[in-house]
């Protein structure tokens, strides 16, 4: 724990010299520009306690693992407006400390103009801030919003807080006096207008999201250090363990695991045969479906409206093979148990900025031939309302609204098979059929290359590990490629979820598995192309995947894509060349 506080340190005051702060930066610089000598102090201590409470408390009020949601951004963008306006015009800050003089009857006496003047400005600009915090304080969120507010989230939040205070104290300090010398040149008034102007146009850009694409600008051209400092650190295999035992268990995982092992055959006809019924044992009442987004298949539903069905949440996501690999047996069991009393519910969960849109999801729906009810998840409410940690996660929950059985990743299907129908018996449903028939199952190797990413925050495995911005690489020679190694040649541009093809693209990849797969846009949705190899030469129908034809995979919708497909598992060189405009963002293997 003292190590994560450590690293929550360093990663808080990095954050204060990344281009997210800039703009809190003018109105920092100018409120601690006035008053008395102790006003940069509070202006700090202020932003920092309302940042930090701000993060922590974000849990329990805004469902969903990000940060600086909307609400917090328009909040932003008016404080930021207000501060340049008073600037801008004498009368409306006369007007506003007339409205603010409560707060210099509770300030020490002479300290009007001091720290506690300083305390509310800084706890204004704190929510401002806030959308700032990186990776780190993105797991306290979610570990708050899954478990609850603990002294540990607490601990973490503001040891976050206090490095950024530190080094946003040092630009205040800074800031004051080079306006001292402004003044004493006679410039004071010309100097206040000119912050303000520069205020008022700051919160313009925000409200057209001019200042994101500043950002996003910056991040291609400037050295990764700068753009996004702790990255290596915050993204460690030290610091991802010590965030995960801070979110600690999914929330039904823990009461899953410990229940009795013994299993029961049943004799009331809804048994499989050759195939013994888990116990199903009370884990709790099944959380609702929270903060949810559009519907389909269905008008929205609720747990209460569900209430006297089985019902099967399958936490899942249009990208991810090990989802994809689920859905013939969520298909086969919803056409089997439907009219039995089972409702299955896909809950869709993005993992990538694209899987947000309603189209792309309507459109997975429709490729895959789900029937059934889908919801998208797109702020993470349902996620964390059942504290859920995986893709696929499948819950069962039984006719009086009680989570009966919980199940990560692929596999033990018959077993689900066997559970579903014991709950379905419970009910009152004992005539139920033979087994349900899944078509277009695809097996797994067993032993396979493990998942990775192009972007920066989760690249495993490349011999030159890709780098956040616009740069050429160079091939590794592919006799010198490891055993799932992987490597970039040409120009790329790369971000913490992807690498974008500039000019020349290329990857190198010593591949374990029958199969491969990588999920892939195209700027636009124009068509674009990429090229495949396998061990040298351009891929063979017998060995192609279902999105390569003569050899060729054609990028259109932003989705996950076969490249190949082989009889048997083996070790082999895969070569793509991409066209320029293509996106690549995870590698996964079967």
């Not at 990663?11 to 281009?19: K, L, M, V």
């Not at 003089?101 to 003047?117: E, K, V, Y």
């Not at 011999?463 to 911005?469: E, F, L, R, Y």
């Not at 598995?513 to 195209?522: E, F, I, R």
Request: hydrophobic share 45%; net charge positive.
């Amino acid at each position: 724990m003292i190590l994560l506080l450590a690293f929550a340190f360093l990663a808080g005051a990095a954050t204060a010299i990344t281009p997210c702060v800039l703009p809190v930066l003018p109105a920092l610089l100018s409120a601690s520009g006035t008053g008395g000598r102790r006003r940069p102090a509070g202006i700090v201590s202020g932003l920092t306690l309302t940042y930090t409470i701000t993060i922590i408390g974000i849990a329990s009020v805004v469902h969903g693992v990000g940060i600086g949601d909307g609400t917090l951004r328009t909040i932003s963008i008016c404080l930021i407006a207000v501060f340049g306006v008073t600037l801008l015009v004498p009368r409306a800050a006369d007007w506003l400390q007339l409205r603010l003089t409560f707060l210099q009857r509770i300030a020490p006496r002479g300290d009007a103009q001091g720290f506690w003047s300083g305390l509310p400005v800084g706890g204004a600009l704190g929510f401002v801030y806030a959308p700032c915090a990186g990776p780190i304080l993105a797991a306290v969120i979610a570990a708050g919003a899954t478990s609850g507010t603990t002294s540990r989230i607490v601990a973490v939040g503001i040891a976050c807080g206090l490095g950024s205070a530190v080094v946003l104290f040092g630009l205040a300090v800074g800031g004051r006096k080079l306006m001292d010398r402004v003044r004493r040149a006679g410039r004071g008034v010309m100097l206040e207008r000119s912050i303000g102007a520069v205020m008022v146009l700051t919160a313009v850009l925000m409200f057209t999201d001019v200042d994101l694409s500043l950002e996003r600008g910056l991040a291609d051209h400037l050295p990764a250090f700068l753009t996004n400092p702790t990255n290596s650190l915050e993204t460690s295999g030290r610091v991802t363990r010590e965030l995960a035992d801070l979110r600690g268990k999914a929330r039904f995982a823990e009461q899953s695991a410990a229940k009795t092992q013994a299993e029961t055959s049943q004799q009331n006809g809804a048994a499989l045969p050759g195939v013994k019924t888990p116990t199903l044992p009370v884990l709790g009442n099944a959380p609702d479906f929270a903060d949810t987004g559009q519907w389909f298949n269905t008008a929205p539903l609720t747990m209460a409206k569900l209430r006297g069905r089985v019902v099967l949440i399958d936490f899942w996501t249009y990208t991810c093979i090990n989802c994809l690999r689920t859905l013939p047996y969520l298909k086969a069991w919803d056409a089997a148990y439907r009219t039995k009393g089972l409702t299955i519910v896909g809950v869709h969960t993005p993992e990538f900025p694209f899987e947000h849109d309603a189209s792309n999801v309507a459109a997975a729906i429709k490729r895959e031939g789900l029937r059934y009810p889908v919801v998208q998840d797109n702020k993470y409410g349902t996620w964390n309302a059942w504290g859920n940690q995986y893709w696929p996660a499948d819950y069962l929950v039984d006719a009086k609204g009680r989570v009966r059985e919980a199940h990560f990743g692929e596999g033990e299907y018959k077993q689900t098979e066997a559970a579903i129908r014991a709950l379905l018996a419970e009910r009152g449903d004992r005539t139920l059929g033979g087994a349900a028939t899944p078509h277009g199952t695809q097996s797994v190797a067993s032993r396979t290359s493990p998942e990775t990413y192009i972007g920066t925050a989760r690249a495993e495995g490349f011999s030159t590990a890709p780098k956040n911005g616009t740069r050429d690489y160079t091939a590794e020679r592919p006799a010198s490629l490891p055993q799932n190694g992987f490597s970039l040649g040409g120009r790329w541009q790369i971000d913490n979820e992807s690498g974008r093809a500039v000019a020349g693209a290329k990857i190198e990849a010593r591949i374990v598995g029958k199969a491969a797969y990588l999920v892939l846009s195209s700027a636009a949705n124009v068509p674009r192309h990429v090229r495949v190899e396998l061990d040298g030469k351009p891929i063979g129908a017998p060995q192609a995947g279902a999105d390569v034809h003569g050899g060729v995979v054609t990028v259109r919708a932003q989705r996950l894509y076969n490249l190949v497909r082989l009889p048997k598992s083996g070790e082999h060189l895969l070569t793509l060349s991409l066209d320029p405009g293509v996106s690549g963002f995870a590698f996964t293997f079967g």
